[in-house]
């Protein structure tokens, strides 16, 4: 007894010492919302109005009102150029201001954006790119993650010497590795909370690949408290990618994992058409299980054996599995309505 006593105490100081070594950001408030310190990671996205005529924008700016009275989610006013729609912004309801310092024409007006944020607490959002490097670390530097990393310690040091600290930091690359490799910098150097994506990621193929690789990296290596999938297409999309990110990493699920294998020589069922009427199937359901869909019923329940529910289906026999022991045989052209069954017996759907 006391032998798995102490057995228990080592893997309980090993967790610790995990946790320990994870990067622990500073805590700030996003209108309702804690952000950084370990609090869940939250997604974001983006409303793709148009914002290139200044008096539709600034109209926009002053609707923020309203908007804000229907919604309960942090709004952020993502601003460039112009440091009085900053204010606008501020004065209107947002919840946090993403700005450029570097393209908002000078430090005095930088100032007057961060007093306004701190006199209405709202927080701040100090983002950098490669189209905003000083000219300083432009010239020494080029374009790449030191310079990135560079400019926003620059600017984050420059917004905490305006006695402001409710921000957070983000300095993304269309390039994945720059954005990894620029993040990690700014990581080890800062405790400042960050906000990660990769930015111009591409159309819904392109940039769910990049996105995933450069966020996934990233929140891997727990750097980053909130992200944005940035895709060329539906904002709802991005949130849908963002949310399969979290899930991918075992970070935060909110409802059911479909795994299906990859087919092979004895695939005997139409795996693809069957694998897209279960993800159907389950799209509404918040019960955090795993689904196995599988092409044969020789492997399938073995080798989706941590499933907590299975189908697997050829030469006519569907099988229904449950972490690995088959429940059920039937006629395979049964097997998705028995299937169905089941999981609203069980509550999934
Ligand atoms: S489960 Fe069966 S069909 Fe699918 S990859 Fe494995 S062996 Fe092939």
């Not at 989610?73 to 570097?102: K, M, Q, S, T, W």
């Not at 921000?167 to 700014?186: C, D, E, G, H």
């Not at 994506?197 to 929140?219: D, Q, R």
């Not at 799209?283 to 196995?292: E, F, G, L, R, Y």
Request: charged residues 25%; aromatic residues 6%.
């Amino acid at each position: 007894m006391k032998e798995w006593n102490e057995i228990k105490l080592f893997i309980y100081y090993n967790i610790d010492v995990i946790f320990k070594v994870m990067r622990v950001s500073k805590e700030i408030k996003v209108g309702s919302v804690i952000l950084g310190n370990g609090n869940p990671i939250l997604i974001q996205s983006m409303c793709n109005t148009n914002t290139s005529d200044i008096e539709s924008t600034v109209e926009q700016i002053k609707s923020l009102k309203s908007i804000k009275d229907r919604i309960n989610i942090p709004l952020i006013a993502d601003i460039h150029f112009d440091y009085r729609l900053a204010l606008l912004a501020v004065e209107n309801g947002a919840d946090c201001i993403r700005i450029n310092p570097g393209n908002l024409g000078g430090i005095e007006k930088s100032k007057i954006v961060t007093d306004a944020c701190k006199s209405n607490s709202v927080a701040m959002r100090i983002g950098v790119n490669s189209g905003s490097l000083e000219k300083e670390i432009l010239k020494s530097d080029g374009i790449n993650a030191e310079s990135l990393c560079k400019s926003a310690l620059y600017n984050s040091r420059m917004v905490e010497s305006f006695g402001f600290d409710n921000f957070k930091v983000s300095m993304k690359s269309s390039s994945v590795m720059m954005t990894i490799q620029a993040y990690r910098l700014f990581a080890k150097e800062t405790d400042y909370p960050l906000h990660v994506g990769v930015t111009e990621a591409g159309t819904l193929f392109a940039g769910t690949i990049k996105s995933s690789i450069g966020i996934g990296s990233l929140l891997a290596d727990s750097i980053g408290d909130t992200f944005r999938v940035s895709i060329t297409g539906d904002p709802l999309e991005e949130v849908r990618i963002a949310y399969q990110i979290l899930a991918s990493l075992d970070i935060r699920r909110t409802g059911v994992e479909i795994i299906s294998c990859p087919t092979c020589g004895r695939t005997d069922i139409n795996l693809i058409g069957l694998a897209e009427t279960v993800e159907k199937l389950v799209s509404k359901s918040t019960s955090v299980v795993t689904i196995a869909v599988m092409g044969c019923v020789v492997n399938g329940p073995g080798e989706a054996r941590e499933a907590d529910y299975g189908i697997a289906g050829g030469s006519g026999v569907g099988i229904i599995f449950r972490k690995g022991e088959i429940v059920k045989k039937v006629k395979e052209d049964e097997l998705l309505a028995y299937f169905t069954e089941i999981l609203k017996t069980d509550n999934i759907i």
